[in-house]
């Protein structure tokens, strides 16, 4: 029955060959040119993951030397073809306009009940082996992945997101081009809301806007640092960055002007413009700040009830670190009082442009 299955195969009698192996199921359920027969069926109809995977099971299971031979020559079939359908599929992209501008692909959370499944898939798609895939793919926040050419992003972002492997592409570009006011303080909330911000240091202007006009608020923490002086071992002075504190932070998007309103509890003025709690203007008003902040933010909870909160920045930005030469092309937007810059401030602006590009 064997050579009338593989006679099958070759004619592409493909749904006589599908019977005759049910049959020969039925006669010899443990033979293992059964299950080779199966992918071989598979591979040849065009069904190469499916293929595979019978392969890559039978594989370990079996010693017969002339059957090992032809599985491993079914492998390497489908990873010529693989690999010939990725150049091809590259190229394609890549002759697309503007796909050679620079670009960054965002992996998406994934549950944990999918992730075995998803990093197969991800480790075919990105070429790693499968504990490594695993290990990239985040659990709930976004993780920074790659960067490059956006054509080729984009052409592996379509090829996981076809897999259920969810993650999205953005231009560098984008990000740059998108408009930061600090506000210092509102002046006034009903109706139209007004703030007061700084577009320069030391300067102040207006900007007025509606509530409808917000799409949605991001917040983040980014960490203060401090040189701190320890005793080490022998009693050696040793001289140690640590983090301190953190900033707070929140933007509210506004999509159709391409504008961020930007809000931090270091540079607002609780004492100046409307105030959200009784405490705000007490004479010493740096000691209420975190009081004060938080009445601020429920306020703005109160205001925009149904907007989105993007608040998973510290895992996206843990992620984005190792990626210092995007974050040095990239403005950060915001004024801390630093011994030295830090990357997480262009993280922040980052994690924030991507939420804005990403629901525009």
């Known amino acids: 029955m064997l050579e009338q299955i593989i006679d099958a195969i070759n004619t592409q009698n493909y749904p006589i060959a599908h019977q005759l192996l049910e049959e020969f199921t039925q006669l010899e359920p443990d033979n293992p040119w059964i299950d080779f027969y199966k992918g071989r069926l598979e591979e040849v109809q065009g069904n190469l993951s499916p293929a595979r995977a019978i392969y890559g099971q039978l594989l370990p299971k079996i010693s017969n030397p002339k059957l090992i031979t032809q599985i491993r020559q079914g492998i390497q079939r489908i990873t010529e073809i693989e690999d010939n359908k990725r150049k091809e599929g590259l190229a394609q992209a890549m002759e697309e306009k503007s796909s050679l501008e620079m670009g960054m692909l965002v992996l998406e959370g994934i549950a944990n009940e999918l992730k075995q499944k998803a990093a197969q898939k991800f480790g075919e798609i990105m070429e790693i082996d499968p504990y490594t895939a695993r290990l990239q793919l985040p659990n709930r926040s976004w993780r920074l992945y790659r960067t490059g050419a956006i054509g080729k992003l984009r052409f592996y972002s379509e090829k996981l997101n076809q897999s259920q492997i969810p993650c999205f592409t953005a ?12 506000v210092l303080y509102f002046e006034s909330v ?8 700084e577009p320069k240091k030391g300067q102040r202007d207006i900007l007025t806007f509606e509530w409808s006009e917000i799409s949605q608020r991001v917040e983040g923490l980014l960490p203060l640092f401090e040189e701190c002086v320890d005793i080490g071992l022998r009693g050696k002075v040793q001289r140690k960055t640590k983090t301190l504190d953190y900033a707070k932070v929140c933007d509210l998007h506004l999509s159709q002007q391409n504008s961020i ?10 004492l100046d413009g409307i105030s959200f709690c009784d405490s705000q203007k007490a004479t010493d008003g740096r ?7 938080s009445h601020l933010l429920q306020f703005l909870g109160q205001k925009l009830p149904d907007r989105k909160v993007w ?11 190792d990626f210092q030469e995007l974050l040095k092309l990239i403005n950060p937007h915001i004024n801390l009082l630093r011994r030295e810059d830090t990357p997480w401030d262009a993280a922040f602006q980052l994690y924030s442009g991507l939420a804005f590009v990403k629901e525009k």
């Open 171 to 182: 231009l560098t570009r984008d990000i740059s081009l998108l408009r930061v006011y600090q």
């Open 190 to 197: 009903e109706n139209k809301v007004t703030v007061v911000y």
């Open 261 to 270: 309103i930007r809000l931090c509890d270091q540079n607002y003025h609780f």
């Open 287 to 293: 000691g209420t700040v975190q009081n004060s902040w």
């Open 311 to 321: 608040s998973e920045f510290t895992p996206f930005g843990e992620s984005a670190i």
